[in-house]
């Protein structure tokens, strides 16, 4: 196996979050499932922007912030996502630069305008998000550079690529590419919502061998077998997965693999300030360990501490350098 | 007296933050000033976002925040400035009048973008900023809106106002008409750069009576009266002022009128995150006290607690409902 260039790169919807505190009501009021990612086309996007309180803008995408999250912990790490060239635009690719990643998705000239997520953060932490796909619904097959993803370790891939029309294609090629040079495929389920939409289409990619690796919630690992008890739904993932992880918020997560299913407990934090991109920084960490030879064990805590970091302020971006949050924890990278 | 519309109105340059986290050997590579205020153009704008870290866009400018400010304290409040009609513009808006602030500065259709500061937070929590003032330089005598100064009871300034070529004029219009109707002019001298710039009008604003309370910090005082030593600046705003407060960080304030001069404590706070918008925040509890009826060691106290919330997160707008804040503390406005 040749060297690789990259430890990771990610493919996902290039979006910037618009980031506001709500109270529950709110979220009844319009009509918003709390903790979950809806679809919205622009009059609802518009609305849903007149109605909700002041707010921040900052880069996010699930499947960017978890490149993000690794190139953070010094991994080697390009991203594959489509924006608009607009000023939001401009922003997600300064911002995913400026982190360390590769970005050379060309930007769409015309056409709507670069996604956005409209986030909800409640008062307990809990995130409720609104998506409108606008310009990452263009991402083609022709993005994929052959090169890049037959020259990085791992090729992590979101879930919610199933939505855009032909993001999946995208998909597809770079798994394809990806094990015709040897390398690895992630997975993240992306939210339960979104596994209801291609239940069918995710079983096929796991228990195909389409995806080496993947991540889930415990909603989503209960959406995708349709089980309301969480063993069932790890001894179904342990039949069709080669390696799984399962997190859990505070009860930590459990690592599926064939020899074994292991509990992995959380990390600690003081006060949970926002969950947005816990998953995706749980999967940076794992990702980072993995890549560096560690055990499943090592792996998990990294992302378990990764993840205690993101949920502790707004955004689902590093604030500190993660190198070095996980070198004061002990981790050897 | 007619009864007031608005407790408070604000004249200011609109601006967009976007801010990230630097080191203190980023400032001196691109020769910024620590703690200062530069204006930038649009080529040196671009040079800085390429330089700088992963950003977070909040909306800004100094007025914009005071009256955000005041409006969460349960102020009734206007706002007056001016942004283009692109996507910052459009945020700018939106979070100010999500804010409960009236705002309605008609948007530039063409010209420049926007206005932009580019805000580096050190490790010290201590905030450098660039300012591309882009569409605020339009803001002209047109923009103010009589019916609207002549019903605020208090018409609040920005010195950062004396940048743009016609803002001044709308200046000086407003605290005529606010005069005119018997209404109060408040202005903050906002940079002691701007001082340096502005010295002599400054002045003569105070001592001329166009504005009946002053806000300053120590370094705006010492460059107004162009001296080193605290006591003689103090004696001097004394001497030119009808009300006076100077603020000194976490050594508190001076609250300096024709009868005293009086020292009131800075509130604690647990960790400094971002000093953006400390100033800010103070004038938005001073006044807010001040308009109530509160005498002005109160007015202080006040200022000095939203001040506190404002430097414990990133960003200069409050992040927590000013008015609860205010009352759990003991303030019955």
């Known amino acids: 196996m040749k060297s690789s260039r990259y430890d990771v790169v990610g493919i996902g919807n290039a979006i910037v979050d618009v980031i506001a505190r709500a109270e529950d009501d709110f979220l009844v009021r319009h009509g918003m499932h709390k903790g979950g990612m809806a679809l919205i086309d622009e009059p609802r996007a518009q609305a849903i922007y007149a109605a909700m309180g002041p707010a921040t803008e900052i880069s996010g995408g699930s499947g960017a912030n978890t490149i993000v999250g690794a190139a953070s912990l010094g991994a080697r790490a390009a991203f594959i996502g489509k924006v608009k060239d607009d000023e939001l635009g401009r922003a997600f690719a300064h911002d995913i630069r400026a ?84 390398r690895l495929v992630a997975l993240t389920l992306s939210d339960a919502f979104c596994v209801g939409r291609y239940r069918a289409e995710f079983v096929e990619l796991i228990r195909g061998g389409t995806v080496d ?32 992880v399962v997190t859990r918020s505070e009860k930590g997560c459990v690592v599926v693999s064939k020899d074994a299913v292991a509990a992995v407990p959380a990390a600690p934090i003081e006060r949970l300030v926002d969950a947005t991109g816990a998953g995706d920084l749980f999967a940076a960490g794992f990702l980072v360990g993995h890549s560096r030879g560690k055990d499943h064990r090592t792996s998990a805590l990294l992302g378990a501490l990764v993840a205690a970091e993101a949920i502790q302020h707004l955004g689902a971006r590093p604030q500190t350098p993660l190198n070095a949050l996980a070198e004061e924890n002990g981790f050897k990278l």
């Open 99 to 182: 982190a360390g990643v590769a970005f050379d998705t060309k930007p769409a000239a015309d056409g709507p305008s670069t996604a956005r997520c409209y986030i909800m953060v409640t008062p307990d932490g809990e995130r409720t998000m609104n998506t409108f796909l606008g310009a990452a619904q263009n991402l083609t097959p022709a993005d994929i550079a052959d090169d890049l993803i037959a020259s990085s370790a791992i090729t992590y891939l979101e879930g919610y690529l199933w939505d855009p029309p032909q993001a999946k294609e995208a998909f597809r090629k770079a798994a394809k590419i990806a094990h015709g040079a040897a």
């Open 213 to 244: 690796i993947v991540f889930a919630n415990e909603s989503e690992l209960r959406s995708l077998y349709e089980t309301a008890d969480f063993d069932t739904g790890v001894s179904a993932l342990r039949q069709d997965a080669r390696l799984a």
